[in-house]
């Protein structure tokens, strides 16, 4: 597509609930990436793909994060037993190949996620 | 930890002066980038700076990257209505180099 792609835009959920947000990147980006972004800060960095492979996912809060690329393009981050603090803009970004050593990343327009 | 610091976290100037704010990482950084998100938005792409020294313009702003590479700053010159916004300094770490490590922000308002 011609941008990044995030689905839903919006999503309120209860505390205790499952979660999945989905990226679609730019067509032909090998790169993806998934930030959180808390009112007030910069995007924190949770986990990025190369290919289908998850590359780095030393940014994840703990193992009630999840995030799969099983084709490498589209992506869905998974939260499971959703708690209050998890609520944020979760980010998706996409760049053409992070080998080339120029990893300048497009981002898609987030998905707000409030837990209730 | 890694960590990319900002300053100032807020900066108010009236149309027309002049803006800067600083990015410092804890380590050498291979390259460093700028983004801008405006209210309501998504961060955006503005200027990647590798080289060590490297000075990088873009019609009124000047990016520069430190001799060490361990920090950079972001200059505007006659600030306008459509510089508000919150600018981030970002630089990869870990052994992967993928992990793009973003500051906390400057979020620059310009009075009219």
């Known amino acids: 597509g011609a941008g990044v792609s995030q689905t839903p835009s919006n999503k309120v959920t209860e505390k205790g609930k499952y979660v999945e947000l989905r990226c679609d990147p730019i067509?032909?980006?090998?790169?993806l990436y998934w930030y959180r972004q808390s009112l007030g800060q910069g995007p924190e960095f949770l986990i990025y793909?190369?290919?289908?492979?998850?590359?780095?996912d030393s940014g994840l809060p703990n193992d009630r994060f999840f995030a799969v690329r099983p084709e490498g393009s589209v992506s869905t981050l998974k939260i499971q037993r959703t708690e209050r603090g998890d609520s944020a803009v979760y980010l998706c970004?996409?760049?053409?190949?992070?080998?080339?050593?120029?990893?300048?990343?497009?981002f898609g327009a987030g998905s707000r996620l409030t837990v209730l | 930890g890694q960590q990319v610091m900002q300053i100032p976290q807020y900066q108010h100037v009236q149309e027309g002066e002049d803006f800067t704010t600083y990015c410092n990482s804890s380590?050498?950084?291979?390259?460093i980038q700028w983004y801008k998100q405006r209210p309501g938005g998504h961060p955006v792409f503005l200027i990647q700076?590798?080289?060590?020294?490297e000075v990088k313009k873009q019609k009124r702003l000047t990016f520069q990257f430190g001799e060490a590479k361990k920090n950079s700053s972001l200059h505007i010159t006659a600030t306008q209505t459509t510089d508000v916004g919150t600018y981030f300094c970002?630089?990869?770490?870990?052994?992967?180099?993928?992990?793009?490590?973003f500051g906390k922000g400057t979020k620059l308002s310009v009075k009219p």
């Open positions: 067509s032909g980006h090998t790169a």
């Open positions: 970004a996409s760049s053409l190949d992070r080998t080339s050593g120029a990893n300048v990343l497009t």
């Open positions: 793909f190369q290919g289908t492979g998850a590359a780095d």
């Open positions: 700076l590798v080289k060590s020294g």
């Open positions: 380590t050498t950084l291979s390259n």
């Open positions: 970002a630089g990869p770490y870990g052994g992967s180099q993928g992990n793009l490590i």
